[in-house]
């Protein structure tokens, strides 16, 4: 059985900073490329950073990058994403997606609310 769970979000003020993990259930994320989405309120789901299978290559979306990080810690099979300097902007929810070849999934996401 394959699960995705992510943890981490919650109410944060704006410039402040949160770190989201996945833990990958019943996979390997070693050996899938896994990503971060967000979706905000009435918006469509939008990539914010991908992290390659072994974590040998990353990338961010313009609108976050030099704010967040994605990052791996294989013994544990979880993936975070560090986000600092946060923006009301960035409120949404932020789901972790695992994908190699036609396998593809998902979880069920965490809330990020940027707020003063």
């Known amino acids: 059985q394959v699960q995705l769970v992510e943890s981490g979000g919650g109410l944060v003020q704006p410039g402040g900073s949160l770190r989201l993990s996945c833990v990958g259930s019943?996979?390997?994320?070693?050996?899938?490329?896994v990503s971060w989405y967000r979706q905000g309120p009435g918006k469509e789901r939008d990539l914010v950073a991908v992290?390659?299978?072994?974590?040998?290559?990353?990338a961010y979306a313009d609108s976050m990058k030099g704010r967040v990080t994605i990052s791996r810690d294989n013994a544990k099979n979880t993936v975070y994403l560090q986000m600092n300097s946060l923006k009301p902007e960035d409120t949404a929810v932020y789901y972790c997606?695992?994908?190699?070849?036609?396998?593809?999934?998902w979880g069920l996401g965490t809330q990020v609310t940027v707020s003063s």
């Open positions: 997606n695992a994908r190699k070849m036609r396998a593809d999934y």
């Open positions: 019943g996979i390997p994320l070693i050996m899938y490329d």
């Open positions: 992290s390659s299978s072994a974590g040998t290559s990353s």
